[in-house]
């Protein structure tokens, strides 16, 4: 488990030379992510992650409810954040940290709002009866970038999921269990990735999946969200330096090539769990 810790000034300063210099404590570009780890199961919609020592579950779930009025065709999708006192020793037990809001709404604009899942496909009985997918996602242990593994815990998740069969005559469902037929999976219409930008020196240099260490001395961050079509589903910048436009046009090239790695690291963790079925 990796502490939250202040760095001294000698530290910060030796991080950040490196950085000018190209080199990152734990010897990779400035471009590169750690590396990505992606553990399935053992029940359906179950996924832990790790990104170098940060590491995150999620756990998707699924009932039965009566849709919104001004949605009656449309299921749900819920997603809940719980940051561990264990994994931040600075946060308050039952109070939501500024870090938490934030992760949930980057996580809501990216999977909810970007339309990742086919809400319609959800719906079982028109004004009555519908989906609601809930995804509850843990921070387990803290080393920077907890966007980023968060986002790929929900989708690989969410891709893993398999939500029970149901056959409808009429108005009566009948849910039938895993064990008489085969579960169905979620209509997913696209994976958004985020990748996550921190910037030093007035954005003069800029690192991707940024450390615990290297998000106490950078002076911005930028979390962009792509999918392997290419298509930016958000952006999100919460405060910090300003950046040039060039800047961010760079950002996006280099997000795009990062999305469509972490994409085929997730089909590739999927792939390898349905052969062992």
Known sequence: MVREFESSNNEKDFILQGIK?????????????RPIGIILGPDYGRSEITLGNTRVLAKVSCEVVRPYQDRPTEGMITLSTELSPMAFPSIEPGRPSEEEV?????????????????TEGLCIVANEK??????????????GNIIDAACIAAISALAHFRRPDITVIGEEVTIHPIEQRNPVPL??????????????????????????QEEQIRQGDMT???????????????????????TIIVCSQIATIKAKWITEQIQAALDA???KK
């Open 224 to 246: 962009m969200t792509l999918n392997i079509h290419k298509e930016i589903c958000a952006l999100s910048k919460a405060g910090g330096i300003p950046l040039e436009m060039e």
């Open 187 to 212: 209509s997913i219409r696209h994976m958004p990735i985020c990748v996550t930008f921190a910037f030093f020196e007035n954005g003069e240099y800029v690192v991707v999946d940024p450390t615990l």
């Open 21 to 33: 210099e190209g080199l990152r404590l734990d010897n990779r570009d400035k471009y590169d992510f």
């Open 273 to 275: 769990e349905k052969s």
């Open 102 to 118: 934030l992760v949930s709404r980057i996580l809501e604009k990216a999977i909810k709002r970007g339309q990742a899942i086919d």
């Open 130 to 143: 519908v989906w609601s997918i809930r995804v509850d996602i843990h921070f387990l242990d803290h080393d």
